[in-house]
């Protein structure tokens, strides 16, 4: 197999599970024979939004909330069948986003 390297990336609004879920797939990748460089944290993306505690009175009064989005980048070096295989069956936590390029 020509030597080529995956990388998969990770997106969710709980850390918890996307530690959990990343640490899964670093653990099948280096069961199947593989090396794993990662899971490197990236930036957490915040959206805040202001809302209006009222439509009609009280203009000044407001609430902000915000959505936390949590990425991880894992890099798989020369990956052979067996470990795309393994990656195939995983199952994840529910919540977590997954993008997997070459």
């Not at 798989?76 to 393994?86: V, Y």
Request: glycine share 4%; with cysteine; charged share 30%.
């Amino acid at each position: 197999m020509s030597k080529f390297k995956l990388r998969i990336k990770l997106k969710s609004f709980d850390h918890t599970i996307l530690d959990a879920a990343a640490k899964k797939i670093v653990d099948t990748v280096k069961g199947s024979g593989a090396a794993a460089l990662g899971p490197v944290p990236l930036p957490v993306e915040i959206e805040r939004f202001c809302v209006l505690r009222s439509p009609h009175v009280d203009k000044k009064s407001r609430e902000h909330f915000e959505i936390r989005t949590h990425k991880r980048v894992i890099d798989i070096d020369s990956p052979t069948q067996a470990t795309i295989e393994a990656l195939k069956q995983l199952e994840l936590p529910s919540g977590v986003d997954i993008e997997i390029k070459r």
